[in-house]
């Protein structure tokens, strides 16, 4: 059975999408670690802000996450 609809009325598939977005936020976020890490490494300012920039637009996402989830649950 694919696409069925849970008792709260959330169909499997936008769990997955959510799972989904949830797992690319992480990505995105440990990908402006690396880019931080590695602008400071290399003494680059450009490179270690990108890196900080990527990393926040990730937090964004992840709470914009937090906020859909918690609709809902209602």
Do not use: C, H, W
């Not at 670690?33 to 300012?45: C, F, H, I, T």
Request: hydrophobic share 30%; net charge negative.
């Amino acid at each position: 059975m694919t696409g069925g609809v849970g008792a709260s009325g959330t169909s499997r598939r936008d769990y997955a999408m959510g799972l989904d977005d949830k797992i690319d936020n992480a990505a995105e976020k440990l990908a402006g670690k690396a880019k931080e890490a590695s602008g400071r490494a290399s003494d680059d300012p450009g490179l270690e802000a990108e890196g900080k920039m990527d990393q926040s637009k990730a937090d964004l996402k992840q709470a914009g996450e937090k906020v859909k989830d918690a609709f809902k649950k209602d």
